[in-house]
């Protein structure tokens, strides 16, 4: 397959046969772990710019905007909201890292993009890496989801396959397109706490890490996220004490999960948020979230 016009390579490197690994900014990644453990990857193993997929076909602007920059002397320019990508040979073998924003069109346009790259490295394994809102607690360990369609892939790295019907993001797009081209494919999700949504989830990053590499066959480079684990728990434990209807939510949650209760069967790939309605109104989860930002400010202000 030809590489499409929207495909721009920053380097032609030779792969052989590559894991594909790539997340999405937006709807698959709650609390930012999937592109924050796509982006640890690429600074941990010090990954090479390969390519980048031109916005302009998938991107509506009014949306995801760009940005402006300012140059150490002034000079302003726009950065756009881009999907790059990079590579890096390792003990696992070669490896292609993709991250950017969800686009916001043309997806099975876009799809074909990634399928064309995938081919023209002969990649053995397509996985992405997603995180969905849930009933679990933060100190406790990420519970993690994996999915595959392909028997020998769901055997071999204790997969399972997906059962969700319902509304989908980019990534069953991809998946879809993938298989229908009969190239393996997983995906991987954690599960993060739904009343601490808007903090920036390191755990849950570090989990998708080691199981990604454990998939690879490659050391994961832990010592780039390792240390903003107990900073995050240390947050979101201010937020808890701060609500005492939380501090008992978040204790049953802790009881369920010592006591064995992990996520249902039903939760799958495709279904990025659990109902935190069901111990929550809709007033006091506005009113958390709210609770959460202004928390966020004040810790950005000292």
């Known amino acids: 397959m030809a590489t499409p016009t929207s495909v721009h390579w920053l380097s032609k490197p030779t792969l052989r046969n590559p894991t594909f690994v790539c997340a999405f900014s937006g709807w ?27 916005p302009e076909p998938y991107t509506d602007f009014a949306t995801i905007r760009p940005h402006v920059r300012l140059g150490e002397s002034g000079e302003r320019s726009i950065v756009w909201p881009t999907v790059t990508l990079w590579h890096v040979s390792g003990a696992g073998g070669d490896v292609i890292l993709s991250l950017g924003p969800e686009p916001s069109l ?16 002969s990649s053995k394994l397509f996985l992405t890496l997603g995180a969905l809102l849930a009933d679990v607690a933060h100190r406790r360990p990420v519970q993690l989801i994996g999915t595959a369609t392909d028997a020998d892939l769901i055997e071999r790295h204790n997969l399972r396959r997906s059962r969700y019907e319902g509304p989908t993001g980019i990534i069953g797009v991809l998946h879809e397109v993938f298989s229908r081209a009969a190239l393996p494919s997983a995906s991987l999700w954690a599960a993060v706490p739904a009343y601490a949504s808007q903090v920036p989830s390191p755990k849950a990053s570090l989990a998708l890490m080691k199981r990604t590499c454990e998939i690879i066959g490659t050391p994961a480079p832990v010592g780039v996220v390792m240390h903003l684990v107990e900073r995050y728990e240390e947050q979101v434990n201010s937020i808890v004490n701060e609500d005492e209807d939380l501090v008992e939510y978040v204790d049953r949650l802790e009881t369920a999960t010592d006591s064995g209760m992990l996520l249902s069967d039903e939760v799958s790939d495709d279904q990025l948020q659990l109902d935190f309605a069901e111990e929550a109104s809709d007033a006091q989860a506005a009113e958390l979230v709210d609770e959460v930002e202004r928390f966020l400010r004040e810790q950005n202000s000292d």
């Open 28 to 54: 698959n990644d709650a609390a930012d772990a999937a592109s924050s453990a796509v982006r640890h990857l690429i600074d941990g193993w010090g990954a090479s710019p390969l390519a980048e997929i031109s």
């Open 106 to 121: 043309q997806w099975k346009r876009f799809a074909g993009d990634m399928l064309a790259i995938a081919e023209h490295f």
